[in-house]
DNA sequence: TGGTCGGCATTGTCCGACAATAGGCACTCG
DNA sequence: CGAGTGCCTATTGTCGGACAATGCCGACCA
């Protein structure tokens, strides 16, 4: 049996959010609240409350009397918003290396060693990489024990997913994991300032690819479900 | 004539928002919709709706079908706090120091200069002292260029004088300013690494004293104005 | 003592209504 | 032809009331 819990107003939250990180609702989509409720069968208060949720995550935007609409970024978005990772992913790095322990360093090296196995693969789709390398930060995020800082986190690559669809790309799979080696090492080995150091190039380099390219992705719903 | 453009909620929101930060409230304290709602003659919707935004800022905390309160801190979360500081305030710093520019230097220099002069004076307060360091702070991150960044130091900074009442103490007033100096120094020249590493060292000495002593402020709602 | 059962306060959700506003269209006037 | 003007429509902003759902607390009972 399985009883559920959330409000509706958080269902619906959940489903606009992953609607909108899958790419039904595209960047610039006008959202009304009226079709809204009519589709989702709930009371335009409800619906509103869900999009003032997701309005305060950065995901869709208002103008008064005007109406809803996914958040369109600019080229001046992106650039905080890549800064802003960088802070948060990099501070989240350091936390990591300065309360590791056997545990953590396990699932650290664990989660590492899924990836590196998953690269090595010959059949292995981009899809499938990036998604590890996903988990991967995500880990690294969740080891900070800081849930204000995943909150932040998790509303910055939301709002980046709405404007770019890629994490890899046609460069070369097999040493995606390796780059990721030396921060795992530095976090376990409890190298807090040489942990941050590495996130901070680990992201620039992920960040510089992504100005060249832009693939489709298909699981952007990883980030918004938990 | 000035009209007033602000949404309903928006006013609530705000005036909540300074009640809370002004002690009116303090943590723990039990807020109801239809109280407030008589209380600022509104309807229950639209007070409902400036909770949710006070909550998604980390000001208030609801339990479901029992209630909304001022938020409470434990020391894990005081933790979490601090490191955001830390994470986005040395970010600010160092994107200051990369965007520096004539006339932000002369800005950040003549609040240097304000906040020197202040702390000469013979007869002057501690809240007056901590007026300035707060805008010079403040300065710093408005100089990073990025709203989102200053949108969420905001809200850092509001849930901290949720727990904490202090910024400054019965240490050396004259000197305030002067721990400064070094800070403003490196971002007016430009140097972005050595910014940052002034910036965590400026908040590990106020953070520090905090932990010591916490004395009433009385005016905590310059953060929550703009 | 410990568990159960109501009652009360408060939130969660809905509905319907109406005012306020933005944005687009047609119209006028030069 | 172009600019300004005024109207119409779609949509949001706010409201009050209503009722169900739930948490809390105290009383009662074994």
Chains 1, 2 share one sequence.
Not at 77 to 87: K, P, S
Not at 181 to 189: E, F, K, Q
């Amino acid at each position: 049996m399985k009883i559920n819990k959330q409000s509706l107003e958080e269902q619906a939250a959940d489903y606009l959010r992953q609607q909108i990180l899958a790419g039904a609702f595209v960047s610039g989509d006008k959202l009304t609240e009226s079709t809204l409720a009519k589709d989702l069968e709930l009371s335009r208060t409800t619906v509103r409350m869900a999009l003032n949720t997701l309005a305060s995550e950065g995901l869709v935007s208002q103008k008064p009397y005007a109406g809803w609409s996914v958040t369109t970024l600019s080229g001046h978005d992106i650039w905080e918003i890549y800064h802003l990772r960088v802070a948060l992913e990099s501070q989240a790095a350091m936390m990591a290396a300065e309360t590791i322990n056997d545990e953590k360093a396990k699932r650290l090296r664990d989660e590492l060693a899924a990836f590196q196995a998953i690269c090595k693969r010959k059949d292995v789709s981009l899809a499938e990489v990036t998604l590890c390398d996903f988990k991967l930060h995500k880990l690294i995020i969740e080891l900070s024990e800081s849930d204000r800082l995943a909150r932040m986190y998790k509303s910055v690559i939301n709002q980046l997913s709405i404007y770019i669809r890629i994490t890899h790309f046609d460069f070369d799979i097999e040493s995606s994991a390796d780059t990721h080696i030396d921060l795992i090492n530095a976090i376990c080995a409890g190298e807090p300032e040489k942990a941050r150091r590495l996130a901070i190039e680990n992201i620039s380099t992920f960040t510089e690819m992504g100005q060249k390219l832009k693939i489709e992705q298909d699981h952007t719903s990883d980030f918004a479900a938990s």
